[in-house]
């Protein structure tokens, strides 16, 4: 056998990443003609609650955003892979350096607005959904296992970090020093803290995709059931209990009733939810 067949089937092949979604750079009159739709369509229909999106068209949206087509691709991505409800993407453009994304509008309303509204029986309905959904997310495999990133290899999103989006982490060790575990663990002052934060640094978390940002105000529902899930802008690979701490940040405004879901239908990260809590306590958290 050839030897160099051999060396070719040794190697290791790239990471699987879904194809890069290239946002479209407008002509000067296609832009204008973007915004005088925006401008007739935001007198014509409805507006949202959320900043930076708004109706596109009786059949689609527009969302804003000054962080790539990232959260596009997040969104193909789940598509494709899960039966998780997402609205399908139309177009990304680029204006002036920007983004607008335009995707089909979905005919919802936002949980949090009739949370109330629903019968005990819809709200285990929609949680049980939920288990289902996360439990899909989880299920999928990494293509560069250990590394934070987005769907398609660009760098994840989060408030938190600085000059986001943030440049793709090799190792989820490097996630955690940029997060602020190295400083904790460098500095006297932290002392009654190192040993949680030593015991996380010594274990080997799996990169498990996330949505990052579960909470009713990113859930559409329709009769009582969940139509879409949305806002997948900080999505992406990240360690295994992201999901679980981010859970309680994400529904600072919700019902106790997620803060208790949180526990039936997500795997249990005690210490690292500590460790959030102390961090957040060290450095300015959103």
Same mark, same amino acid.
Request: with cysteine; hydrophobic share 35%.
């Given at each position: 056998?050839?030897?160099?067949?051999?060396?070719?089937?040794?190697?290791?092949?790239?990471?699987?990443?879904?194809?890069? &979604?290239?946002?479209? @750079?407008?002509?000067?009159?296609?832009? %204008?003609?973007? =915004?005088? *739709?925006?401008? $007739?369509?935001? *007198?014509?229909?409805?507006?949202?609650?959320?900043?930076?999106?708004? +109706?596109?068209?009786?059949?689609?949206?527009?969302?804003?955003?000054?962080?790539?087509?990232?959260?596009?691709?997040?969104?193909? =991505? $789940?598509? +494709? %892979?899960?039966? &998780?409800?997402?609205?399908?993407?139309?177009?990304?453009?680029?204006?002036?350096?920007? #983004?607008? #994304?335009?995707?089909?509008?979905?005919?919802?309303?936002?949980?949090?607005?009739?949370?109330?509204?629903?019968?005990?029986?819809?709200?285990?309905?929609?949680?049980?959904?939920?288990?289902? =959904?996360?439990?899909?997310? +989880?299920?999928?495999?990494? !293509?560069?296992?250990?590394?934070?990133?987005?769907?398609?290899? #660009?760098?994840?999103?989060?408030? +938190?970090?600085?000059?986001? !989006?943030?440049?793709?982490?090799?190792?989820?060790?490097?996630?955690?020093?940029?997060?602020?575990?190295?400083?904790?663990?460098?500095?006297?002052?932290?002392?009654?803290?190192?040993?949680?934060?030593? /015991?996380?640094?010594?274990?080997?978390?799996?990169?498990?995709?996330?949505?990052?940002? @579960? /909470?009713?105000?990113?859930?559409?529902?329709?009769?009582?059931?969940?139509?879409?899930?949305?806002?997948?802008?900080?999505?992406?690979?990240?360690?295994?209990?992201?999901? =679980?701490?981010?859970?309680?940040?994400?529904?600072?405004?919700?019902?106790?009733?997620?803060?208790? /879901?949180?526990?039936?239908?997500?795997?249990?990260?005690?210490?690292?939810?500590?460790?959030?809590?102390?961090?957040?306590?060290?450095?300015?958290?959103?």
């Amino acid at each position: 056998m050839d030897g160099s067949n051999n060396e070719s089937k040794d190697k290791p092949s790239p990471p699987d990443y879904p194809e890069k &979604i290239h946002a479209r @750079i407008l002509s000067w009159c296609e832009r %204008n003609y973007i =915004y005088l *739709r925006v401008g $007739i369509m935001s *007198r014509m229909l409805p507006a949202f609650g959320q900043e930076g999106i708004c +109706r596109f068209g009786r059949r689609s949206v527009i969302k804003f955003s000054k962080i790539g087509s990232a959260e596009a691709a997040n969104i193909e =991505y $789940i598509a +494709r %892979n899960t039966t &998780i409800p997402v609205p399908r993407i139309q177009d990304v453009i680029v204006i002036k350096g920007d #983004t607008y #994304t335009i995707m089909d509008y979905i005919d919802g309303t936002e949980l949090e607005n009739v949370w109330w509204d629903l019968y005990a029986e819809q709200h285990r309905g929609i949680f049980e959904d939920l288990k289902n =959904y996360i439990s899909q997310m +989880r299920s999928l495999r990494p !293509p560069n296992p250990g590394r934070v990133e987005c769907a398609d290899g #660009t760098g994840i999103y989060d408030p +938190r970090l600085p000059c986001s !989006p943030y440049p793709p982490f090799p190792s989820v060790k490097d996630f955690h020093d940029e997060l602020g575990h190295r400083y904790v663990l460098n500095v006297e002052a932290h002392r009654e803290a190192w040993p949680q934060f030593q /015991a996380i640094k010594e274990r080997n978390y799996q990169t498990k995709f996330t949505h990052s940002d @579960i /909470a009713p105000r990113n859930i559409l529902v329709k009769n009582g059931k969940i139509a879409a899930i949305v806002d997948w802008e900080t999505a992406g690979w990240y360690p295994e209990y992201w999901e =679980y701490t981010r859970w309680e940040d994400s529904n600072y405004n919700s019902d106790k009733a997620w803060h208790d /879901a949180r526990e039936e239908i997500m795997d249990r990260y005690p210490d690292e939810l500590w460790a959030e809590h102390y961090l957040g306590g060290v450095f300015i958290r959103l």
